[in-house]
């Protein structure tokens, strides 16, 4: 196998840094007063349609490897396909798979984690995200967990949920609890069953930090799933409703932990010695953390004591790199030759730049699902430390900050690639906060012009996309009659989840005239690998 890339045969290389800026959760959306994209002020974005070359690239679905065009596309899967160029089965689809086909329960892991509690005598636990998003989780995949739980002869089983709210109505908890502890009712309604709900609380609020931005969300979901401790309600109803009432307004993903107990108060499912614990997440930014926690020995960012003896395994292997989890069930695509191991084979610098809350995705991600660097004298990697302020009173994030960084490396003049991510539109789009995510995508046009006059400074190329849509979609629609939908006091019904909206495509190369491929039937974002390497006079390896 050659890594050798051969030159264009009739592209002239751009002379200065080819530069790829993903607009995080910034989609082409309706135009009206639902699209928070629409109502920004953005001169620049706006400037880019005239004097770049502009088309919509597909970022959901098929296009970037979902199980089918109803499912919205997310940061993971965008990236991968930025990166790799090419595209994967990605992770709902391989375990909608193996659940399917019944790989799963035949694997290894399934058995030893059944086996372990029919020998112990312990619960099997279950932790994770409580909806069908299908960006982190399925709720299909826990209730197919919990039915084989029964026919393995798996007497108790504990679930811990986690919130959503946010790829999902940002009050829609109570659905899915309800349709969860009805089928765990028919289950304990069978002699010798025990299957309960233990404990919950907001997914932005415990258990499901990334990157380590907070550590503090870790510890809170460890001290409620695996001790039990916490406020106690007698019932996962009862819990949301009075949190709720407590906290008017409030959003799913931000509810505060709790945990579910007996009618004298002890809990009803801590994790103890013997037990089996399966993290059914499959997304791996949100589930590395947690699986460090119950699996690593040299674990030094919180008090974890009693650390119990247990059997974990995540749904798939979360970094591979790293090999967290040791333990799964599901085996991760396998991504390789990507752009960035392309161009680090092929002796080009490459520089990556975003804040905490995205920096894997343009490093991690982007390599395909790897840690690390290709080659370390070749590659640089910078991290911007994220606020950890609501992101509603600093919708502006640290996008200034981004470009500073970018800016000061392109001009020493080090770096023929460069990549970098602003979060602003995906993560305050997320909010539901409408004008907040108006600021933001504010905040990202004034970094585009920056980019656009560095770019003409150094004689190089900006290539400009999103990963996926969501500030562009922020109220629900009735897919029936194509109008926003209201809730029950008549508002406007908040919608904090990705698009399946399409997302730009700007490319800037000043003094140069471009003209987009006419033979490609249905663009979408795993095109920008190739396109990045025409600009630096590279012909896409075959399969690209």
């Known amino acids: 196998m050659s890594w050798k890339l051969d030159p264009h045969p009739s592209f002239e290389a751009i002379p200065g840094p080819v530069v790829v800026c993903v607009m995080d959760g910034v989609g082409i959306g309706r135009g009206d007063a639902s699209d928070a994209v629409w109502l920004a002020r953005k001169p620049n974005l706006d400037r880019l349609t005239e004097i770049a070359a502009t088309t919509q690239l597909a970022a959901h679905g098929r296009a970037v490897g979902m199980p089918s065009d ?3 596309g997310n940061s993971e899967v965008g990236h991968n396909a930025l990166g790799a160029g090419r595209r994967f089965d990605q992770g709902a689809k391989l375990v909608a798979n193996a659940v399917a086909s019944g790989s799963l329960f035949e694997g290894e892991t399934w058995q030893d984690m059944t086996g372990r509690v029919r020998q112990s005598g312990e619960a099997l636990h279950f932790i994770g995200l409580l909806s069908d998003g299908n960006v982190h989780s399925h709720i299909d995949h826990l209730f197919a967990m919990l039915r084989r739980s029964d026919q393995a002869e798996v007497k108790s089983v504990r679930v ?15 659905d899915y609890v309800h349709a969860l502890e009805e089928l765990l009712e028919t289950l304990s309604a069978k002699p010798g069953r025990d299957y309960r709900i233990a404990s919950g609380g907001g997914r932005m609020v415990i258990t499901m930090d990334r990157y380590q931005a907070e550590w503090e969300m ?8 695996v001790h039990g401790r916490g406020r106690g309600f007698l019932s996962t109803h009862q819990a949301i409703e009075t949190l709720r009432d407590e906290h008017p307004g409030i959003s799913d993903q931000v509810l505060p932990p709790f945990v579910i107990v007996e009618a004298g ?17 499959f997304r791996g930014d949100r589930a590395i ?3 460090r926690a119950f699996e690593a020995d040299d674990f030094v960012h919180f008090d974890r004591k009693p650390r119990p003896d247990v059997l974990y395994a995540g749904m798939m292997q979360y970094d591979g790199d790293l090999l967290v989890p040791s333990r799964y069930l599901v085996s991760p695509p396998a991504i390789d030759r990507t752009l960035g191991e392309h161009l680090a084979r092929n002796g080009i610098t490459q ?7 995205k920096f894997g995705h343009v490093t ?11 080659d370390e004298g070749l590659e640089t990697y910078i991290e911007v430390p994220s606020d950890t302020l609501p992101l509603v009173e600093r919708p502006w994030m640290k996008a200034a900050e981004i470009t500073d960084q970018l800016i000061a490396e ?15 539109g995906d993560m305050v789009g997320h909010t539901g906060d409408r004008d907040a995510t108006v600021q933001a995508v504010e905040a990202v046009d004034l970094q585009i012009g920056r980019l656009l006059r560095v770019t003409e400074q150094l004689k190089g190329a900006l290539i400009v996309t999103a990963d996926h849509g969501n500030a562009d979609g922020m109220f629900e629609v009735d897919p029936k009659t194509g109008e926003p939908k209201h809730d029950a006091a008549g508002k406007l019904a908040v919608k904090t989840s990705h698009t399946l909206n399409p997302v730009p495509l700007h490319i800037f190369a000043p003094g140069r005239s471009l003209a987009l491929a006419r033979d490609v039937a249905a663009p979408g974002l795993v095109h920008v690998a190739a396109t990045v390497l025409q600009l630096l006079k590279l012909r896409a390896p075959s399969g690209s």
């Open 410 to 424: 392109l001009r020493s003049g080090r770096f023929r690639h460069a990549r970098l991510n602003y979060a602003n």
């Open 70 to 72: 109803d499912d919205m």
């Open 160 to 174: 811990h949920v986690l919130l959503d709210g946010r790829d999902v109505p940002e009050t829609s908890a109570l």
């Open 351 to 357: 520089l990556a730049v975003s804040e905490t809350q």
């Open 218 to 225: 870790v510890e809170r979901g460890w001290n409620t799933h």
């Open 364 to 374: 991690y991600f982007w390599n395909g699902n790897r840690s690390g660097r290709f």
């Open 289 to 291: 953390e947690i699986s």
């Open 265 to 281: 108060g002890a809990p009803i499912g801590p994790i103890r010695d013997g037990a089996a614990v399966i993290l059914f997440n």
